[in-house]
């Protein structure tokens, strides 16, 4: 396995830590992009629903960085779920992004009101089958969504996109993964932001000389999770590559697991 990749059941390497580009505008993600690329970044973590496919397109396009060693992922939005719109979503994703083939493809979310999971799940399956999409997964599906597909289809998904932050370390969803060998994608890995003047965390930041954010992207990685950190400033964007260079001990993963709360969710309950 290369250097900061964590390997998916289907045996494709996906890069540890991605550029999440949510709340980036179409006019700036490009730049934001570029930079990141230049920096070091190899994967790029966007959806259809962030209005900034086209932006991101125009990066892959424009550095001299080969299509096949950057790692771009999209997703479903709600309102494009169930087969038919599945597959028309994705050709036009796909004409937004520019690209002929994308590395990952994931359903934004369950939805399960609406019970047109499992018929997109079927439309991801074809695109993976067809070869258009080197991945496929999954965005904040719950056990029972994941149990559901699976049983349906024999299919499991490569990730599953969760929130995830040393405040919401969602354990009992990570066993399930574990048991499934479907990898797991932290979203907001930061804790939007919210984390970033934790005491307890400085602590153990000063403890290895690194910032906060440092200190909480090295507990995702060395937990094996992806981290898609969203930063629209070069300083920031760096400083977060290098978390990939800190070693956590024991003593810190226990401090770590202090800051868990039970009201640690800051997005949306994906079963409402
Ligand atoms: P900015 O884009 O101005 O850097 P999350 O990924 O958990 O949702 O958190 C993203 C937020 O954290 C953004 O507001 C981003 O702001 C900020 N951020 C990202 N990286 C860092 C960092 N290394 N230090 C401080 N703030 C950061």
Same mark, same amino acid.
């Given at each position: 396995m290369r250097k900061n990749h964590v390997t998916l059941n289907n045996t494709l390497e996906i890069p540890q830590i991605g550029l999440g580009v949510w709340k980036?505008?179409?006019?700036?993600?490009t730049q934001v992009a570029l930079s990141a690329l230049s920096l070091g970044y190899r994967h790029i973590d966007t959806a259809k629903v962030y209005g900034n496919e086209k932006?991101?397109?125009?990066?892959?396009?424009?550095?001299?960085?080969?299509?096949?060693?950057?790692?771009?992922?999209?997703?479903?939005?709600?309102?494009?779920?169930?087969?038919?719109?599945?597959?028309?979503?994705?050709?036009?994703?796909?004409?937004?992004?520019?690209?002929?083939?994308?590395?990952?493809?994931?359903?934004?979310?369950?939805?399960?009101?609406?019970?047109?999971?499992?018929?997109?799940?079927?439309a991801m399956i074809e695109l993976y089958e067809q070869g258009r999409v080197s991945a496929i997964g999954t965005s904040n599906f719950n056990p029972s969504h994941l149990t559901r597909i699976i049983d349906a289809t024999g299919v499991t998904p490569t990730v599953n996109q969760i929130e995830l932050h040393?405040?919401? +370390? &969602?354990?009992? =969803?990570?066993?399930?993964?574990? $048991?499934?060998? !479907?990898? @797991?994608?932290?979203?907001?890995?930061?804790?939007?932001?919210?984390?970033?003047?934790?005491?307890?965390?400085?602590?153990?930041?000063?403890?290895?000389?690194?910032?906060? +954010? &440092?200190?909480? =992207?090295?507990?995702?990685?060395? $937990?094996?999770? !992806?981290? @898609?950190?969203?930063?629209v400033n070069e300083a920031r964007l760096a400083e977060n590559l290098a978390a990939q260079d800190i070693i956590l001990d024991d003593e810190d993963i226990a401090a770590f697991a202090q800051i868990d709360a039970v009201d640690g969710r800051n997005g949306?309950?994906?079963d409402a």
């Open positions: 980036i505008p179409n006019e700036d993600v932006g991101v397109g125009l990066a892959i396009a424009k550095t001299d960085i080969p299509r096949e060693e950057i790692f771009v992922t999209s997703k479903l939005w709600n309102d494009d779920q169930g087969y038919d719109s599945t597959l028309r979503a994705f050709d036009e994703t796909m004409s937004n992004l520019g690209l002929d083939v994308l590395d990952l493809y994931l359903i934004h979310w369950p939805e399960p009101s609406k019970d047109l999971y499992l018929d997109t799940w079927r040393p405040r919401f +370390a &969602q354990r009992n =969803l990570r066993e399930f993964h574990k $048991q499934h060998a !479907i990898a @797991i994608e932290s979203w907001s890995p930061l804790g939007n932001g919210r984390l970033l003047n934790d005491e307890r965390i400085a602590v153990i930041a000063s403890k290895h000389g690194c910032t906060i +954010a &440092q200190a909480i =992207l090295a507990w995702h990685l060395q $937990q094996r999770l !992806i981290v @898609i950190p969203k930063s949306a309950d994906p």
